[in-house]
């Protein structure tokens, strides 16, 4: 069983869309939790944390469920520019363990 | 924010040869570098921990002798892929995590190397 588990891409939706993606980790251990997103042949960058109460950041709302080891991103009013790989990442005491990623890809 | 650097941004070398790969945090320092490796359509996977001055520590799978890791100061890492084969073609990543401040989890990545060996 992989680390961290995410749901097998791609998904392909139109401009406005409302998306979700779903998360699960294995180690019930891990300390924080994150969302990253990743363009094509660049670096992962950090889209946000993952808080046990929730946390929104504009169009972005991210969810914790520490019972059911359950992380979630939803994407709202979704955007061309949101096309790119979203990747849910882990924290092993002081390592980040990535999820294989889903892939987005939002068309007019 | 935080800046990372790689150099190169990619390599492209013959079977047999060996490639080394800089890591410089630029405007931070950083007890703690970690280097990742990323396949096509796969996620990163970490492959060793460097800690300045100390040896570093490596993934399981991962051989210490082919992956030379070297962290002599508080913004350089390197990672030495010696005698290079075709498998071991991949994106290279090094992030590194502020030594003074910072989240446990916040690393700070770089831009990647592109390794191409034929």
């Known amino acids: 069983r992989k680390e961290v588990e995410q749901d097998p891409g791609p998904f392909n939706v139109p401009e406005g869309a409302t998306v979700a993606f779903n998360c699960t980790y294995s180690n019930s251990a891990s300390q924080s939790f994150f969302w990253y997103r990743q363009d094509c042949r660049k670096e992962p960058k950090l889209l946000m944390s993952v808080y046990s109460s929730g946390n929104e950041d504009g169009r972005f709302t991210a969810q914790l469920n520490r019972a059911s080891q359950y992380i979630s991103l939803l994407i709202r009013d979704s955007k061309l520019s949101d096309s790119a790989t979203y990747l849910c990442v882990v924290n092993q005491g002081g390592k980040l363990i990535f999820g294989q990623g889903t892939e987005l890809s939002v068309k007019p | 924010g935080a800046v990372v650097s790689q150099h190169p941004s990619w390599v492209i070398c013959k079977s047999g040869t060996s490639v080394k790969i800089e890591c410089r945090s630029l405007d931070f320092q950083a007890t703690t570098m970690f280097w990742y490796r990323q396949f096509p359509k796969q996620s990163l996977m970490l492959m060793a921990t460097s800690n300045e001055g100390s040896k570093a520590t490596y993934e399981q799978g991962v051989e210490k002798d082919k992956f030379l890791i070297n962290h002599a100061s508080l913004t350089l890492s390197t990672l030495t892929v010696t005698s290079a084969h075709p498998e071991d073609s991949s994106f290279y990543i090094c992030?590194?995590?502020?030594?003074?401040?910072?989240?446990?989890?916040?690393?700070?990545f770089g831009p990647g190397t592109r390794l191409t060996v034929l």
């Open positions: 992030s590194a995590r502020p030594g003074a401040s910072g989240l446990v989890g916040t690393q700070y």
